[in-house]
């Protein structure tokens, strides 16, 4: 333990979690679990059509259904005087930002954009009364296609941007990457596509709103990863309620990987309905609902090179992005495409020149936001594609191209073209561990053998790195975040020793509950059955960012750290004086404090606080009570990373391809518990595999999501998967209180490109030297059969 | 316009007049209260709203609260007994098979049908009995792991 003075053994100890009794026997209460009493339940008309004007909304046969009580319209919204729009919360230089109104007053930007809500006394009748309302639409042209949105002549998503680009942005040295192209043996250039993903956390969307008209409060209980973030923007630009006259409470939480992070227009509408009926008002998304609204992840579309001399050595990089913002911008969306991504196109390598320039989109989509890995998945999928082009060019073995331009352990921190300054690494340590886990050697000779006999087997690499735990919140401000990225914790002890901490971050699903715990029980050498956490509510918590990005253990679990230390320095005075000693000659062990030398004189941290509490005997001019605050803001990003080995076998009469293997070895830094860190790994994996192989999001020419159920969109299945083979090399934050890193997303952004460079190396017999995920059979089939 | 039902929910005797349309989910949930059963979506394909119906397996979401008419209904919050977790639910917990818990309810009875028909099924037959049942967090690598030991335990 780093502190050194910990419950031993219990940082890093793989104890099952606390969270689960409550979640295998179906207590725990997610957001349409709750009933308040008079609560009415909201559902919400959309518009079918990707483009079109409103002529009218005739309301009048809904509101005559017995049980409805009310259907508001922007019309309504407008004579509230509320302000009415959600917000973008990432601005940059050149962005144009069209207002997102929470119901669509003369036109609907997209399949999904809200335009009317019921309130009724039962969700059936809310849902009869959606069939009942008239609109009259105009249908437009629309545009789904993030290259076909910017040609001439595309119809507009939004007047102020005629020509649907929402901003562009660069990053790197672009006449130097010219340049070093120019001294080039060999270049690849590859046209990449990120396909559109849904992000399908289990737990559909929801909202509970309860205004209070004699208070004039809102309490807003819903679907959120950072229920600050939605108190803060509710406040300032949809609702325009005081922020003190804001509760949001996060119960359970059914999943997230990005998508409850955003402001939406629904929790907006559902709490104008409850302010003006003064009832509770209950809103939860149908399944259709979140595919159509929940922000989609990904969706870009993207030339890049990269040049290597003679030996192997990388020149240079130059990518030329297109990307999906949707109808609207989403919260986070204009960071997504730019500083999560632009600034990752260095990956492990040492690489001296590199240009990216990134062209925001607006489309008559479903808007594109953070899902899991979020700009970090689809530069690794660049890079590590380009990577394994390169080789092929010069004839080299792929792992081999990678060793000659890992940035070596030596010369951290390493400061790269694009901005970031990797702190610490070694890279090449988690290949050799992945190189022996799949017997790279003997893999090839049995492909070689495969290949003889008609098979084909393919192996893939994804030497990856990704950047979380973001991370000085000056930084992210200058770079144009509209949110601050710390962390606050209270570590309160209570008078007889048991401990509450109330964390800034907001979990659901990563196991913050125990995790957490582990953490205070080694600072404060408690039993951790003595640790409560509390997340995940304004009223309760200091001012908090979330959970998401990766960032609760590196930046929440580190202000929980720093402000467990305070408590330790406060309650070092309070035993020194009992102990009648000086403060600098008491020593902190296992929950102890005691004069150095004489162990069997000791206080406990329970007696300490007792007397911080009483307050009868303490130091001149010391408070009472034993609790401490830290807001803490980071050094520096956190710079997880690894090796991830996909093994498919593609058969080429139906050019299904088979995962039969994956290997990832990571290294997130010291870890808090080890099952829940390959449980994290596991699932990244899962999903990064599903970009690869099974998930995509398709539009027709009009603008439908015609992936818009379960069953047209394939969210993969178990026996879509195999078991997973983790390992890890641990390489310690340096910057940090805990030495630990993030693991949310690093499976995701490491697993597409593993799993795609497999396939395209299954298919080298046949020429193929890239294929764009999903890839399915059908694209495999024609890659091979050259259709 | 309510129509009579009788059934057995978690062993307790439950008479209702219910709307015909009503499905079994919701009269679960919004009738009973019993909100361990989840909705995750509206076309019958993620399996959280899983019970069991006269011991077997079916989505709640697909079957009508008048067809349930006579049947016996077993809900997450009725599968452990005398305040013992079923094995499935050991099982789950001691694997780290869950992480946000919203398919868990359903994929537990699943498990629990599964194991009913396949006491000691292979890795692959896990995986194909699972094929009703969407998982996001997991991956299912735990999942299967939390299968391989509830059939273990249960076999003993």
């Known amino acids: 333990m780093t502190h050194g003075n910990g419950t031993r053994g219990i940082f890093g100890s793989a104890i099952k979690r606390r969270e689960d009794p409550k979640l295998i026997t179906g207590r725990a209460k997610y957001t349409d679990d709750l009933q308040l009493p008079g609560m009415a339940y909201a559902a919400i008309l959309r518009s079918p059509f990707a483009h079109a004007r409103i002529r009218h909304i005739d309301t009048s046969q809904a509101l005559a259904l017995e049980g409805v009580l009310a259907v508001f319209t922007a019309q309504d919204v407008e004579e509230a005087g509320i302000p009415g729009v959600v917000p973008v919360g990432w601005l940059l230089p050149t962005l144009k930002t069209p207002a997102h109104p929470i119901l669509a007053k003369d036109r609907v930007r997209y399949v999904g954009d809200a335009v009317a809500v019921v309130v009724a006394e039962d969700r059936y009748t809310a849902h009869d009364a959606l069939e009942a309302i008239q609109v009259d639409y105009e249908p437009l042209a629309a545009v789904a296609d993030v290259r076909q949105a910017v040609e001439p002549g595309a119809p507009a998503v939004h007047e102020e941007a005629p020509d649907n680009v929402a901003f562009t942005w660069e990053i790197g040295d672009r006449e130097g990457t010219d340049t070093a192209f120019q001294q080039a043996a060999h270049v690849a250039k590859l046209d990449i596509v990120n396909n559109r993903l849904i992000p399908n956390a289990m737990e559909p969307r929801a909202a509970l709103a309860d205004f209070d008209p004699a208070t004039g409060e809102l309490t807003l209980y819903m679907t959120t990863q950072n229920p600050h973030i939605h108190r803060l923007l509710m406040s300032l630009a949809s609702i325009g309620l005081p922020e003190h006259k804001i509760r949001v409470v996060a119960p359970e939480v059914g999943g997230g990987f990005g998508s409850k992070i955003h402001h939406y227009v629904d929790e907006a509408i559902v709490s104008f309905a409850s302010m003006k009926l003064g009832r509770p008002v209950k809103w939860t998304a149908t399944r259709t609902e979140t595919y159509q609204t929940d922000a989609h992840g990904r969706d870009h579309v993207t030339t890049a090179e990269m040049a290597i001399d003679g030996e192997g050595k990388i020149l240079g990089v130059r990518v030329n992005t297109y990307a999906a913002m949707g109808a609207y911008l989403s919260t986070f969306a204009p960071a997504v495409p730019t500083y999560l991504y632009g600034t990752l196109l260095s990956g492990e390598y040492d690489i001296p020149h590199i240009y990216c320039h990134v062209t925001g989109v607006f489309t008559h989509t479903t808007p594109v936001d953070a899902y899991r890995g979020a700009g970090r998945p689809e530069a690794t999928l660049v890079i590590e594609r380009l990577v394994d082009e390169c080789a092929h060019l010069a004839g080299m073995d792929p792992v081999e191209l990678r060793r000659r331009n890992f940035v070596p352990p030596d010369k951290f921190p390493y400061q790269t073209q694009v901005a970031l300054v990797y702190d610490s690494g070694n890279y090449e340590a988690a290949l050799e561990k992945a190189l022996e886990k799949v017997d790279y050697q003997q893999f090839r000779r049995e492909q070689e053998e495969a290949r003889r006999q008609g098979r084909y087997l393919g192996i893939g690499f994804s030497t990856y790195i990704e950047a979380c735990g973001l991370a000085p919140s000056a930084l992210v401000g200058q770079l144009g975040a509209q949110a601050g990225q710390w962390e606050s914790a209270v570590v309160r002890v209570h008078p007889t020793g048991k401990v509450t901490v109330y964390s800034g971050s907001s979990g659901h699903g990563q196991g913050h509950e125990t995790t957490f715990a582990q953490i205070v029980a080694a600072e404060l050498g408690v039993p951790y059955e003595d640790v409560e956490i509390v997340e995940g509510d304004t009223e309760a918590i200091p001012h908090g960012w979330g959970t998401y990005g990766s960032r609760s253990a590196a930046v929440g679990g580190s202000a929980i750290a720093t402000a467990a230390r305070r408590v330790v320095d406060k309650a070092k005075k309070i035993a020194a004086h009992l102990l009648e000693a000086a403060e600098e000659d008491i020593v902190f062990e296992d929950g102890k404090f005691y004069v150095k030398g004489s162990p069997d004189q000791a206080k406990t941290l329970a007696e300490v606080s007792l007397q911080a509490y009483l307050a009868h005997n303490l130091p001149k001019g010391l408070e009472p009570a034993l609790e401490a605050t830290a807001f803490y803001d980071p050094a520096n990003f956190v710079f997880p990373f690894g090796t991830h080995v996909a093994i498919v076998e593609v058969d080429p009469e139906t050019g299904q391809v088979e995962l039969k293997r994956y290997v990832a070895v990571d290294d997130v830094g010291n870890v808090i518990n080890p099952l829940i860190v390959d449980g994290q790994i596991h699932g990244g994996i899962a999903q990064g595999v599903g970009q690869a192989l099974y998930e995509g999001a398709v539009y027709d020419e009009s603008g439908n999501l015609v992936t818009g159920t379960m069953l047209d969109y394939a969210v993969p299945k178990a026996h879509f998967l195999p078991a997973f083979e983790t390992d890890r090399t641990v390489t310690p934050c340096p910057h940090n209180p805990l030495g630990v890193k993030g693991v949310g997303e690093a499976g995701t952004i490491a697993s597409t490109a593993a799993v795609v460079n497999a396939v395209v190396d299954a298919l080298r017999p046949f020429g193929v030297t890239h294929l764009n995920p999903p890839v399915t059979a059908e694209k495999v089939w024609k890659a091979i059969h050259g259709a | ?156």
Request: proline share 4%; hydrophobic share 35%.
């Open chain 2, 1 to 156: 316009m309510g129509v009579p039902i009788q059934l057995e929910v978690n062993g307790q005797t439950v008479r209702q007049e219910v709307e015909p349309r009503l499905l079994l989910v919701h009269f679960l949930r919004d009738v009973l209260g019993l909100t361990g059963t989840k909705i995750g979506c509206d076309t019958s394909q993620c399996g959280a709203c899983t019970v069991l119906m006269d011991g077997h397996a079916v989505k709640s979401c697909t079957v009508l609260a008048v067809q349930a008419d006579g049947s016996s209904i077993t809900t997450i919050e009725g599968l452990a007994q005398d305040g013992k977790y079923h094995p499935v639910q050991e099982a789950f917990w001691e694997a780290h098979g869950l992480q946000c818990g919203y398919c868990t309810p359903g994929m537990i009875l699943s498990v629990v049908d599964l194991l009913e028909s396949h006491p000691s099924p292979s890795e692959a037959e896990i995986r194909e009995g699972l094929e009703g049942n969407l998982c996001r967090c997991t991956g299912y690598h735990n999942i299967v792991r939390a299968v391989q030991i509830a059939a273990e335990a249960m076999g003993k």
